[in-house]
Every structure is written in structure tokens, then in C-alpha cells.
């Protein structure tokens, strides 16, 4: 069906491409890509031989237009970025946006994301989880915005650029505490897939005491603030306070 279809692909693990992301790559009449030599290189790959078209949020106007022309004339266009799900700290945000309001129908074909990838082997906490992305480069900014998520429920998810990532880790145990539970994962389905839950003084002392853990690509997942006061009902608190009266 004529469309825009959003494909993820491989965060590293080739073998993660779907069946259906490949159809879809073959088929399409264009692929959209972040980077087009990152994505020939993908579909060569794959013995896929198909024109490529650079697409980013700041490209001019022209790329979006075209992509927009071919799905109005019934065609298929596939966007795709360098890695993972589209949109989610990459771009289409604007491209899904315009063929929205042209009336066009985009169709998600859904694949691997670093950040669910993550927070499903972190052992935290998944049924509510805020997704932050980047933090700022700068840290007094960095330092805020996590002053900002500290009292957050919700487990949190970051991506950190590697060169970063001990500071951040730094930022984290001040603004979240030393004892906050976390998970470092780092090139997740690569050679060098790194998993590792502590307390954030421990990842922080890990990642410090070994250059390799500064490398990479790296998700971070901190678990929410868990307030053991808050969670207890009311009625259950009047009754420990009653029951703890009772005691010699
Ligand atoms: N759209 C991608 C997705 O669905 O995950 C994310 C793109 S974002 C520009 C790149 C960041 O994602 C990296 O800096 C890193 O934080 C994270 N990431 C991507 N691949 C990863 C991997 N294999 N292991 C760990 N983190 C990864």
C-alpha cells in the first residue's frame, strides 16, 4: 500500500532486521535515510538495490517535498536512520508530521530501539518508565535537568554519548543519590554487549576503573524515586503507627 513506512533496523546485530523491514526496503520506491552511505551500506547487506535519499529535520526543503510527491502519487516511501527506530532521538519528527497533514498514511514497521532494548534486560522497573534521550552537553545544564527528574516514579532512560558518560554517571550519584539502582548498557547486541546493574557509585567506580566502559554506544537506566512512605496507604500507615505503639 502506498505510504510513508517508518523501519527500524539493526541497533548492531544484523539479525535483527524483520522480514518485514526487508520487504519493505525491496519494495519502497525510496528509501529516506539519515545517512545515505550508513544505509547503502545496510541494503547492500541485504542485496538491497534501491534509491537512497538523504533525510534529516534540517535538510532543505526539497528532500521533504520529494519524499511527500512520490507517496501523493501512490508511492511507498521507507524512511530509516543510521540505527534503531526512527524519531526516537533521530529524525522524521517533521517528515511524519507533514505527511500527516497532507493527508498521506504513515504505517510504523516496528523493530529494535536501544532504549526498550535496555530497560528490558535492566531488571528495573518497566511498567512506567520516562524516556529522556540526551541530557545537555554542558553541565550545568546536565546537572539541572537531572535535579529536575530526581523525585521522578517512573525509571528513567538516557542516552549518553560515551566520551560523557562518567560524568554523567558523576552528576547522577549527586542529584539521584550513591545508592540509586541502575543498569550501564552498552553496545547492546554487539561483540562487546556490556550489561551491568548497581547502585550508581558502583557503575561509577566500574566505568572509571576501566577505559573500555568509556567506548561505545551507552543506554543508562536509573530506577525512579521509590519513596517507601508514599507507597504505603494511609490506612495501612495508621495501623503500623498503632502497631508500633503497641511494642515494649
Ligand atoms: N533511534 C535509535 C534507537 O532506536 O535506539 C537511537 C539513535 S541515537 C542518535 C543513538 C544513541 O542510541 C546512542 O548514543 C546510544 O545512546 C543509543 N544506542 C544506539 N545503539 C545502541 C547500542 N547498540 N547499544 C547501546 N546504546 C545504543
Not at 539519515?34 to 535538510?59: G, M, P, W
Request: charged share 25%; hydrophobic share 45%; with cysteine.
Amino acid at each position: 500500500d502506498s505510504g510513508l513506512y517508518v523501519v527500524a533496523t539493526p541497533i548492531g546485530n544484523l539479525g535483527d532486521i524483520s522480514r518485514r523491514a526487508l520487504e519493505v526496503l525491496a519494495a519502497a520506491d525510496l528509501v529516506a535515510a539519515e545517512d545515505t552511505r550508513t544505509t547503502r551500506n545496510l541494503l547492500a547487506k541485504f542485496n538491497i538495490d534501491n534509491q537512497v535519499l538523504a533525510y534529516h529535520d534540517h535538510s532543505d526543503a526539497r528532500a521533504g517535498r520529494r519524499i511527500l510527491d512520490c507517496v501523493t502519487g501512490g508511492g511507498v516511501v521507507a524512511l530509516v536512520s543510521d540505527a534503531g527506530t526512527p524519531l526516537i532521538s533521530d529524525p522524521g519528527y517533521r517528515l511524519v508530521r507533514d505527511a500527516q497533514e497532507a493527508g498521506l498514511v504513515v504505517f510504523p514497521v516496528p523493530g529494535p530501539c536501544a532504549a526498550v532494548a535496555a530497560l528490558s534486560a535492566s531488571g528495573l522497573p518497566t511498567d512506567r518508565f520516562l524516556f529522556e534521550g540526551f541530557l545537555p552537553g554542558k553541565a550545568t545544564a546536565r546537572q539541572g535537568r537531572l535535579a529536575e527528574l530526581a523525585q521522578r516514579p517512573e525509571t528513567l532512560v538516557f542516552y549518553e554519548a560515551p566520551h560523557r558518560v562518567l560524568e554523567c554517571l558523576a552528576d547522577m550519584v549527586e542529584a539521584f543519590g550513591a545508592e540509586r539502582e541502575a543498569l550501564l548498557a552498552r553496545e547492546l547486541t554487539k561483540a562487546f554487549e556490556t550489561l551491568r546493574r548497581a547502585p550508581l557509585a558502583d557503575l561509577q567506580t566500574f566505568v572509571a576503573a576501566d577505559s573500555n566502559q568509556q567506548r561505545g554506544e551507552i543506554v543508562l537506566v536509573v530506577a525512579g524515586q521509590r519513596d517507601r512512605v508514599e507507597t504505603i496507604d494511609a490506612d495501612s500507615a495508621r495501623l503500623l503507627r498503632r502497631l508500633a505503639q503497641e511494642l515494649p
